[in-house]
């Protein structure tokens, strides 16, 4: 066990000392997270809009002129029927439409609660999603203004309603997907690397001839890379809560446990790496273009999977992350349990016990 | 006074395919003696000794280091052996403290232990003022020498190195050597492969290999008196063309 603490201590010398491997280790996730989620936020200008006003009163045409006089909006057309909605949407005209309840102005007095129905186009989520928002900060600032100086709070309830998309399925698609690329870099080729490292310098035969096992000095040299990768999970999370809002509805300890799970995929794969490159240029080539494109083209996380060509879909299914980010997508955003995910952690678990064992065997040959 | 063996090979082959690039390899090594392995890039001295150092299984024969079998019980030799091998193999990005604590570490070594030898080694090797700086930041010869002291570190029988001078230059070689020496007055087995015929002659026995068979093993004077030649350079110049 001393001798296993020592070995450690060195992995994390040689981490520490590199830059290069500080800046991937830590620079790229806070880098990356921030760039996509920044790039989601993006602002809307001049969007088309229509409108549907069952109940033309005075409180309708004020909210519907703050909107057409804010520079995010263009009131195009009003429309008088629901269908007349789905041809606008079809034809591609607007993005948007909003559906003022009967009685609007009545309600809002009356029962101080009036109803509005907000539907934006989905096939572009990011844009329905921030649509979404500007127009419900206008309601609020309208009835701040209206409130104003009175005691009865008055309210106007937005209800959404994303068509074409209802699951909003790429929003927040980011998180899992910065996550999954992170611990898949972190993992697999970093570790890939710093043990094609020790081949290429010689010192692999030094720790080979000493009295450690073959098995002590791979689970020695991964170690700290499961650690590391573990921080860098919890990072990646508490930015995303923190700085992009993004609610987490499952469990915190099933979502931890699934990350170390796939964390030690991406190893057992790091490994295998490792027993098939010489080089650390090898080993990084290899997890760049074998995992990094798949991942980021394949595994579901830009490019939806069921859009793909059925080849393309049977080849994502062989990609650890495809399941990782079906797992952490269902636990952050829908909040399901391991009753909703066993099938995926199975296939995961399937696929480490796999790549352990074929790194293995081919590390038995190589001692041949 | 006769000497126990603490290497023994017998008929000791490794065999790529159809091609042996080690064939039927048979000696034996005595305790506290320096033994040679020479031969030219390619003739199979860093295959027979990576069978002996128990990291490549032989194809056939038998042999012993250290009284265990190379098949069966090389964890029992890895404890007893130190090694050093072609490429330098400390880690550059770690100070001299460090890199000896780490080694000290791999082997097992008591804390107590590793301090003590940390700072006899230090003086030793007049490392007093650098001994926290990267090792990356030494001159290849205080490398070498260093990388020695380390493999000796955990006072191991037999120390096997593998063309430990190259690309040295011939003062660090001269001091390299006098450690050998030092080392083996103290009764460690080594046990050497060089490419330089020079340093052939500092060894008590010297083997040749050439194209994976031992041609000759004997002291490098009775080897020099049986070819009839002046050094050891031209005993393996005689025996290579013999073989062509």
């Known amino acids: ?368 | 006074m006769k000497k126990e063996n603490v290497i023994v090979a017998e008929a000791l082959t490794k065999a790529f395919g159809d091609f042996k690039a080690v064939n039927a390899i048979s000696f034996e090594v005595k305790k506290g003696e320096i033994f040679g392995f020479l031969g030219a890039n390619g003739a199979g001295k860093t295959t027979a000794m990576k069978m002996l150092i128990g990291i490549s299984k032989p194809s056939s024969g038998n042999a012993k280091v250290a009284g265990f079998d190379v098949y069966n019980q090389t964890e029992s030799i890895k404890k007893n052996i130190g090694y050093m091998s072609q490429k330098f193999t400390l880690y550059d990005d770690l100070t001299v403290k460090e890199n000896i604590t780490f080694f000290g570490g791999i082997y097992g070594l008591s804390r107590a232990k590793i301090r003590e030898k940390r700072a006899q080694l230090v003086s030793e090797l007049g490392l007093e003022g650098i001994s926290n700086k990267l090792v990356g930041s030494l001159p290849l010869g205080w490398k070498q020498k260093l990388s020695f002291s380390v493999s000796l570190l955990h006072e191991p029988k037999i120390v096997f190195l593998d063309e430990p001078t190259g690309g040295v230059d011939p003062i660090t070689r001269r001091q390299f050597w006098e450690m050998i020496y030092k080392a083996a007055d103290q009764g460690t087995t080594i046990f050497v492969t060089t490419h330089y015929m020079d340093e052939a002659e500092y060894c008590e026995r010297v083997s040749i290999v050439v194209e994976g068979r031992i041609e000759a093993l004997d002291t490098p004077k009775k080897l020099k008196e049986q070819f009839k030649v002046d050094s050891m350079n031209d005993v393996f110049l005689k025996l290579a063309r013999n073989i062509e």
């Open chain 1, 1 to 368: 066990m001393k001798r296993f603490i020592g070995f450690i201590k060195k992995e994390f010398y040689h981490i520490f000392r590199d830059k290069r491997s500080l800046f991937i280790l830590f620079g790229m996730p806070i880098a990356q997270i921030l760039l996509f989620g920044f790039a989601i936020t993006n602002e809307i200008n001049n969007v088309q809009i229509t409108i549907l006003d069952h109940s033309k009163d005075a409180t309708t045409e004020e909210i519907i002129n703050k909107i057409s006089a804010s520079k995010y909006f263009t009131t195009n057309q009003m429309i008088a029927r629901e269908a007349d909605i789905e041809t606008a949407f079809k034809k591609g005209k607007i993005k948007a439409a909003l559906n003022f309840e009967k009685d609007f102005s009545r309600n809002l007095i009356r029962e101080q609660k009036a109803t509005i129905q907000i539907i934006t186009d989905a096939t572009d989520p990011n844009t329905a999603n921030s649509i979404t928002n500007y127009i419900n900060a206008i309601l609020q600032n309208y009835l701040q203004d209206k409130n104003k100086g009175i005691q009865i709070d008055y309210q106007i309830v937005p209800q959404t309603r994303m068509v074409y998309n209802p699951e909003l399925k790429s929003v927040f698609m980011f998180v899992p997907g910065v996550m999954t690329i992170i611990l898949m870099l972190v993992s697999a080729m970093m570790t890939s690397i710093s043990i094609t490292r020790e081949k290429e310098l010689g010192t692999m035969e030094i720790l080979l001839v000493s009295p450690l096992k073959p098995f002590q000095v791979i689970i020695g040299k991964v170690v700290p890379y499961i650690f590391l990768s573990v921080i860098n999970a919890a990072v990646i999370v508490l930015l995303s809560i923190f700085i992009f809002k993004m609610p987490v509805q499952g469990s915190l300890f099933l979502l931890g446990a699934e990350s170390v799970l796939f964390i030690i995929t991406s190893l057992a794969l790091g490994i295998l790496i490792s027993t098939i490159a010489e080089t650390q240029q090898a080993a990084m080539m290899i997890s760049l273009m074998g995992l990094m494109l798949p991942v980021i083209l394949l595994s579901g996380f830009i490019f939806p999977i069921s859009s793909m060509p059925a080849p393309l879909q049977i080849i994502s299914s062989i990609i650890p992350a495809k399941w990782f980010i079906i797992i952490i997508k269902g636990i952050m955003l829908k909040g399901v349990g391991m009753a909703f995910i066993w099938k995926e952690t199975l296939i995961l678990i399937g696929m480490t016990v796999l790549f352990i064992g074929l790194s293995v065997k081919k590390y038995k040959i190589r001692l041949e």
